[in-house]
């Protein structure tokens, strides 16, 4: 069974610190492009990093360029995602999911995977 599980959300001020953590039960990371994907209130799913199985090259959305960065621990088979600099823009929900390439520009979840939980980011004063 594929189950994606995200962890570390929280409460965190402008300008803080946080970091993601994401066990990708049913599926192995190195093999798989891995993504951190978020949905704000009132808004749509939206494209945030990945990190491919091939090569473990990065690209990010151009919100979180700079700001944000994802890796991954092929032994512990977990995604994580580092987010500094925070904004109120970046309050979601953070969900990790396998995605597919339209370019490198363009990516978008696996769909035959299913939607985890997700992990709540609130960014506040």
């Known amino acids: 069974q594929v189950q994606m599980v995200e962890s570390g959300g929280g409460l965190v001020q402008p300008g803080g610190s946080l970091t993601l953590s994401c066990a990708a039960a049913?599926?192995?990371?190195?093999?798989?492009?891995m993504a951190w994907f978020r949905q704000a209130p009132g808004k749509e799913r939206e494209f945030v990093a990945v990190?491919?199985?091939?090569?473990?090259?990065?690209y990010y959305a151009d919100s979180v360029k700079g700001r944000f960065t994802i890796s991954r621990d092929n032994a512990k088979n977990t995604v994580y995602l580092q987010m500094n600099s925070l904004k109120p823009e970046d309050m979601a929900v953070y969900y990790c999911?396998?995605?597919?390439?339209?370019?490198?520009?363009?990516?978008?979840?696996?769909?035959?995977?299913?939607w985890g939980q997700g992990t709540q980011v609130t960014v506040s004063s």
């Open positions: 999911k396998t995605a597919l390439r339209r370019d490198n520009n363009n990516w978008y979840d696996n769909p035959y995977d299913a």
């Open positions: 049913g599926r192995t990371v190195s093999r798989n492009n």
């Open positions: 990190v491919t199985w091939s090569g473990g090259n990065t």
